[in-house]
């Protein structure tokens, strides 16, 4: 099996593609070759992003400097040339540091995202949710300051990819996961490979999670692990596809679920029915369906008004 390359090589033949492309330009077979290169890993095509946007800095900053300056535009050049030529890794890392700040991205109630990141993995976000990328060149880390997020981890053992939420710390290499942040710890669910997780202050004893796994990661307590059928974990995870999946949950369950993704909530205002269990898949956007069908499930009378819905009572629709 080949070595995989470390993501430090991989930036230093992105800067020589960029450095070709520049002295030679982008002829037909100059391309096909970029893209024989870009193929063979999803990291790839990330660095030379990154590689390119550097080089339109460093070559925005030189005319800058020459204006300021009276410096021939040819000399700024030459000594890009030699940047790039001489220190490949060092110099896209000068230049390119501020793009390993951490990234912040946030959803809007309702909202779920798709995000790829630079490092070939994607995160899929879930509504009300905001987390913190940093990727850099020893270690991605993503801190999840409220919400859910599921991540399909691009391999690359020289940079762990770990997610931390509070004081819970879940650790992959090249897998597939989610974790969703609770006031006191979380939910952890592993759809692909395996992962470790734990709590700060006892790295020394992470417990491992895999593929059909799930576990809720408490601050103060053990983890508590469950093996779960693959339908389950599909189920939980439907809010990818925009979906609630229900399965017996109870009508408070459900109602919680729903307003998470919604502005309009939806209000139980008859006790008795909360522990009632519900079956079916919903829209996640769509309180006012899933009413009515608890209103036929259930036999209770629903009020729909502008800001809420609710179910049971005595006034109905």
């Known amino acids: 099996m080949e070595k995989q390359q470390a993501a430090t090589e991989i930036d230093a033949e992105a800067a020589r593609w960029i450095l070709r492309l520049d002295r030679h330009g982008r002829t ?3 391309e096909q070759d970029l893209e024989a290169w ?30 300021k300056r009276r410096v021939a535009p040819r000399q700024i050049l030459t000594r890009r040339h030699a940047l790039l030529a001489g220190g490949v890794a060092a110099g896209l890392a000068a230049v390119c540091g501020y793009m390993l700040r951490p990234s912040r991205y946030v959803t809007e109630v309702g909202e779920v995202r798709r995000l790829p990141l630079r490092d070939g993995s994607v995160a899929e976000i879930n509504t009300a949710s905001s987390i913190q990328v940093s990727l850099n060149t020893n270690a991605r880390v993503v801190r999840m300051d409220q919400g859910e997020a599921w991540f399909q981890v691009a391999k690359d053992t020289a940079r762990p990819f770990v997610v931390e939420a509070g004081a819970v710390r879940v650790r992959a290499v090249g897998t597939a996961f989610s ?14 490979g395996i992962v470790e997780t734990w709590t700060e202050g006892t790295r020394d004893k992470p417990v491992r999670l895999t593929a059909g796994e799930k576990a809720y990661v408490s601050e103060a307590d053990p983890v508590n692990r469950i093996v779960a059928a693959p339908s389950e974990i599909d189920r939980e995870l439907a809010w990818r596809d925009g979906n609630i999946d229900l399965a017996g949950e109870s009508l408070a369950d459900a109602v919680a679920e729903f307003n998470r993704h919604n502005r309009r909530k939806l209000v139980i205002a008859e006790p008795s029915i909360a522990g009632e269990p519900l079956y079916g898949v919903f829209h996640a956007n769509d309180p006012q369906g899933f009413a009515r069908a608890v209103q036929v499930s259930l036999d209770v009378k629903i009020t729909v008004e502008d800001n809420q819905i609710l179910i049971g009572g005595d006034t109905g629709s």
Do not use: I, K, S, Y
């Open 28 to 30: 037909p077979e100059l």
């Open 38 to 67: 870009l193929a063979v890993d999803p990291r790839r095509r990330g660095a030379f992003l990154r590689a390119e946007a550097a080089w339109m800095m460093m070559d925005r900053a030189g005319w800058v400097e020459a204006e």
């Open 179 to 192: 974790v969703r942040r609770r006031q006191n710890g979380a939910d952890v669910m592993v759809t692909e």
